[in-house]
């Protein structure tokens, strides 16, 4: 066997090179690769001592993460680090129930979840956050759970989070089912359907006579008592007041050429009866619902038609207190194909990204403002007896002078005297003025009177209890029974103006507490929040709702009265409305250019 000899010159070269490559390889590992390997070792051998020894150990491993985060410049095992952290304060939450351990965890895996969305470990971390609720607050981990399949739908864990929130939601809704057993009443004070043309026809099943006994029923059932209608181009809202929750179906049929021009929706209301002066049919002058028609379909039914021309799709929601079953029609919008073509002309430059900006909904040139509560509805009512809905009224008007003044907008009030208006009418306002954004104005309040503080929130879920509190006091109503929250859910879901009015509402927040600590000291940033606020339910565009200070703390109270301060809030609202509109065309003009 013949052996093959390097040459001497050539193996030294080898030598040579390998150190170098060596020498290379060493200069260019990153240091945090070894301190991440060695906190992630101490961990697990933490682990494997006995449970009474564990917590230095643990404490000093989340020290060890922390650090990492620190050093981490590309935030490669942020993450990890992340996840690990918040696995600790689960496990010391679980060996010594500290409700400290407990809220750093529900802490960490949150960042992870909101920072890091696109991470293999944020499924996990809205799972584990289902998880951790469940001892201190059942309805929220039923939420957290549900939002895996939400965020998540291709995620690993949602099979696991289903099976879990369905488990949940079996044990929370029961003792409500008992309720309502008790009461008769088969509904839940919330329910919410949405669909298309293109969605299965009606049974054409014929109503019967009711019997005697069907007769002296009927006066038990829920009453089908107003109906209200608001209308924009290509936009309705019909809004069905009942006096008590019920069921409904929704079914629709579409146009058919040479027997129905238009497009028809039917709500069926269940266990229902309608007051003899409503039943009937009326014609709508408006260009797009034609008609709306009221029967009583059979004993225990009520069923309400709308007939409209050129549907593109429909929502419906219910509100509580009192109970009203909404209505949401949009019209299709017109084909730009079938237009008479403009003649040849010289386009101005820049008209491209007018065009964009327009066609992505980032133009703003109308603006409703909605003074909070008004008539009967006084909102918060102050120690010395100064109603919330006078305050924001007045506010609601200096803030309309002055975005009128500082921008090109078409500024419209929801109310501009001391009237009631329902929350489905304010937003339905803002829709059918095709409004670009839409701002509700409100004063907090709270039983601890030594709480102030501004605070803009925007649509979603409550992340807090103060945040769900808050929307009910603004909602008028009671927090929602679990068998609602997914419908709460898919609603909110469905908005695809979210990222716009986080963003909306943050700059509000930021010029209107930067505003007022100019010329006032101790103003409290109570920052961005999210809630699941009925008056933005359904807006069309970015909306916010901001809690300009609390009425109930007498410092806070003092200011909301003075004329200056009213002033001070119009002016850093409107300068966060002026930014807003700015980074939009911004905006524009990055995606008009070619």
Not at 41 to 58: F, I, R, V
Request: contains cysteine; glycine residues 6%; proline residues 5%.
């Amino acid at each position: 066997m013949k052996t093959l000899r390097m040459p001497g010159n050539s193996f030294l070269l080898a030598v040579v090179l390998l150190c170098l490559c060596l020498t290379a390889s060493a200069a260019l590992a990153d240091p945090v690769d070894d301190l991440f390997e060695g906190a992630r070792k101490k961990y697990y051998a933490t682990l494997a001592l006995p449970q009474e020894q564990q917590a230095a150990g643990l404490n000093q491993c989340i020290r060890d993460f922390q650090e990492v985060i620190k050093k981490d410049a590309s935030r490669k095992y942020l993450d990890k680090c992340l996840y690990l952290i918040a696995q600790i304060y689960h496990r010391l939450y679980d060996a010594m129930p500290n409700k400290t351990y407990l809220h750093e965890a529900q802490s960490y895996y949150r960042k992870l979840v909101s920072d890091l969305p696109k991470s293999p470990l944020a499924d996990d971390s809205q799972y584990l956050l289902g998880i951790i609720y469940l001892e201190e607050d059942p309805a929220q981990a039923y939420l957290e759970l549900v939002k895996v399949g939400m965020y998540f739908p291709n995620g690993d864990m949602r099979p696991r989070a289903d099976e879990k929130a369905a488990q949940l939601k079996g044990q929370l809704a029961a003792p409500q089912a008992k309720k309502a057993d008790e009461k008769t009443t088969a509904a839940p004070s919330f329910a919410f359907a949405s669909g298309s043309a293109a969605t299965p026809s009606l049974p054409s099943n014929t109503p019967a006579a009711p019997t005697a006994t069907e007769k002296q029923n009927q006066t038990q059932l829920p009453q089908l008592k107003g109906i209200q209608h608001w209308a924009g181009e290509g936009y309705t809202r019909v809004a069905l007041y009942v006096s008590e929750p019920v069921k409904f179906e929704r079914h629709d049929l579409p146009a058919e050429p040479g027997i129905r021009d238009t497009d028809r929706i039917y709500i069926d209301l269940k266990n229902c009866m309608v007051e003899p002066k409503m039943e009937g049919g009326s014609i709508i002058q408006d260009p797009f619902l034609h008609r709306l028609r009221v029967a009583q379909y059979d004993p225990t039914q009520v069923r309400v038609a709308l007939d409209v021309k050129d549907m593109k799709s429909y929502q419906i929601f219910s509100l509580a207190d009192p109970y009203r079953v909404i209505i949401d029609v949009r019209g299709k919008k017109a084909d730009p194909s079938a237009a008479e073509k403009p003649q040849t002309v010289t386009v101005p430059k820049g008209s491209q990204t007018s065009t964009l900006a327009r066609q992505l909904g980032l133009r703003v040139g109308v603006i409703v403002l909605d003074p909070g509560h008004g008539g009967k509805d006084t909102g918060a009512i102050s120690a010395n007896g100064v109603y919330e809905k006078d305050i924001v009224l007045q506010i609601a008007k200096k803030l309309k002078k002055r975005l009128e003044a500082t921008t090109a907008c078409r500024v419209v009030l929801t109310r501009s005297t001391d009237r009631f208006l329902s929350l489905e009418e304010r937003t339905a306002i803002a829709n059918a003025n095709k409004a670009d954004l839409f701002v509700s104005l409100h004063t907090n309040a709270h039983d601890d009177q030594s709480l102030y503080g501004t605070e803009t929130y925007f649509l979603n879920l409550s992340n807090d209890k103060e945040s769900a509190r808050v929307a009910a006091l603004e909602n008028a109503t009671s927090t929602r029974k679990i068998s609602d929250l997914e419908h709460i859910l898919k609603d909110i879901m469905l908005n695809t103006k979210i990222n716009e009015s986080a963003q909306l509402a943050k700059s509000v927040q930021q010029k209107m507490v930067t505003d007022l600590s100019r010329k006032y000291d101790g103003i409290k940033d109570l920052g961005v929040k999210q809630a699941p606020f009925y008056v933005l339910l359904g807006a069309e565009m970015p909306s916010v709702l901001i809690e300009t200070a609390f009425i109930s703390n007498r410092k806070d109270e003092q200011r909301l009265r003075d004329g200056n301060f009213q002033e001070t809030l119009a002016s850093g609202i409107s300068q966060g409305i002026e930014t807003y509109i700015q980074q939009m065309k911004k905006f524009a003009e990055v995606g008009g250019a070619r």
